[in-house]
């Protein structure tokens, strides 16, 4: 089983649609998650972190399920600047080692 | 100003051959990173440095030899080329375990390597 899993996608919306992508974790001590943004050929760049609590930066929400081991992204109203990789990112223990999930792709159509 | 950069950009070479990709971030950070990012777009991290010091290496294989002359500085140098080799390869760094928003890391633009 893969450390991180997402749903390759892609997922295909039109402009001002709401999307949501989930993601699981396998190893129960990860301790910190994150989604990140890559444009295509271009480099990974964190788009938010995302606490217990879960946080909203403007039209993007991120939540966390300990319990159930998944983290999930919400975007409102999208753009078609959002079309993109969304990487779901997690942090196992006290090192600075991040697990990538393989992403998945958003494409915002007009 | 570029945060950080990677030399060169592309880079298409004979299996065999031996490479080097630079690295340099001017952000003040005290950790970098090598990752590879094959066809099937998996991001998979490599080496981490910290103050010029090896504190990850995921086994890659010793082909693959990083090199860290300050901390602002991070090579890898890649002997005797194969073909599974081809992928790009990102270049990152962050504020490292002591600094705020520690675990926030920022990546190069990449090196498109192509071995044939």
């Known amino acids: 089983r893969k450390e991180v899993e997402q749903d390759p996608g892609p997922f295909n919306v039109p402009e001002g649609a709401t999307v949501a992508f989930n993601c699981t974790y396998s190893n129960s001590a990860s301790q910190s998650f994150f989604w990140y943004r890559q444009d295509c050929r271009k480099e990974p760049k964190l788009l938010m972190s995302v606490y217990s609590s879960g946080n909203e930066d403007g039209r993007f929400t991120a939540q966390l399920n300990r319990a159930s081991q998944y983290i999930s992204l919400l975007i409102r109203d999208s753009k078609l600047s959002d079309s993109a990789t969304y990487l779901c990112?997690?942090?196992?223990?006290?090192?600075?080692?991040?697990?990538f999930g393989t992403g998945t792709r958003l494409q915002v159509f007009p | 100003d570029t945060a950080v950069s990677q030399t060169p950009k592309y880079l298409v070479t004979q299996m065999g051959n031996d490479k080097s990709i630079k690295c340099e971030q001017n952000?003040?950070?005290?950790?970098m990173y090598w990752y590879k990012q094959d066809s099937k777009k998996f991001l998979k991290i490599m080496f981490s440095?910290?103050?010029?010091?090896?504190?990850i290496n995921e086994t890659v294989p010793n082909r693959f030899s990083p090199k860290s002359p300050d901390k602002a500085h991070l090579n890898l140098h890649i002997n005797s080329l194969e073909l599974g080799d081809s992928a790009v390869y990102f270049c990152a760094s962050s504020q490292g375990p002591l600094g705020p928003n520690w675990e926030t890391q920022y990546f190069g633009p990449g090196t498109r390597l192509l071995v044939l």
């Open positions: 990112v997690v942090n196992i223990g006290d090192t600075d080692k991040l697990i």
């Open positions: 952000l003040g950070h005290d950790t």
């Open positions: 440095y910290n103050n010029k010091e090896l504190i």
